[in-house]
């Protein structure tokens, strides 16, 4: 079974851009997290979805950050206007609660630098 | 509020070696769920075991080990004979399973290096 997908794996782009992150998780799978990593920062969870509704969106930073999940097999995380502090490592999980107990598995991620 | 402590920042060990990976973490529930994950150094986040609080047993797959200690709010993990392979950074997470709650927290990590 394929895992979860992420697009693209490595993205350059200019201060003001606006950069758009895309991730198809886990066929069946009813939860999905998008989680930012930095070295000063470690993991941070930004935001998730179930069943295709987002439940928390604490951790989105600001209103730069905005994420959407059109239908079960896709979601996007979009930066605009993008800022050199976006850089970082974006990771898109997936999970499927069955009853209490589940793990996230998660994509590639996608390496951001914004210059 | 919850918390995954991982104190350890940087460990190096000879290959061959056994290594020990600490994670204690902090929760006001009575049930929760603990992970380890690895993160080698291509990048990605590789799932390598979870465990339920009213589940004190230890596990082992392989040259891996778990002890899990509810008396110590501690979860460590043990790599027997240490591989190259095994160089990696590893996350403790927790999951405490408040209605609604679906979030892990992370510890920050261990960088483990094998040296050859």
């Known amino acids: 079974d394929a895992g979860v997908i992420q697009s693209p794996r490595h993205e350059v782009t200019e201060m003001g851009q606006e950069v758009t992150l895309r991730c198809k998780p886990i066929s069946g799978h009813d939860y999905l997290f998008w989680y930012r990593q930095t070295m000063m920062r470690g993991l941070e969870l930004l935001i998730y979805?179930?069943?295709?509704?987002?439940?928390?969106d604490s951790g989105m930073p600001e209103d730069r950050f905005s994420a959407k999940m059109p239908n079960a097999s896709f979601s996007t995380l979009k930066i605009q206007p993008s800022e050199p502090r976006d850089s970082a490592v974006y990771f898109c999980?997936?999970?499927?609660?069955?009853?209490?107990?589940?793990?996230?598995?998660f994509g590639p991620g996608t390496r951001l630098t914004v210059t | 509020a919850q918390k995954v402590t991982q104190a350890q920042t940087e460990i190096s060990v000879v290959e061959k070696e056994d290594v020990t990976l600490d994670c204690v973490y902090e929760?006001?529930?009575?049930?929760?769920?603990l992970f380890w994950y690895k993160q080698p150094p291509s990048g990605e986040l590789v799932f390598l075991i979870r465990?339920?609080?009213?589940?004190?047993q230890n596990e082992i797959s392989g040259r891996y080990s778990w002890n899990f200690q509810k008396s110590t709010s501690s979860f460590n993990f043990t790599i027997t004979a240490s591989q190259v392979v095994d160089s990696a950074v590893y996350f403790c997470a927790l999951r405490s399973p408040n209605f609604g709650n679906e979030k892990l927290t992370f510890g920050t990590g261990t960088r483990l290096t094998i040296i050859p």
């Open positions: 979805f179930n069943n295709n509704v987002p439940i928390d």
């Open positions: 929760t006001r529930d009575t049930t929760y769920y």
């Open positions: 999980a997936s999970s499927l609660l069955k009853g209490v107990v589940y793990e996230q598995y």
């Open positions: 465990r339920n609080s009213f589940d004190e």
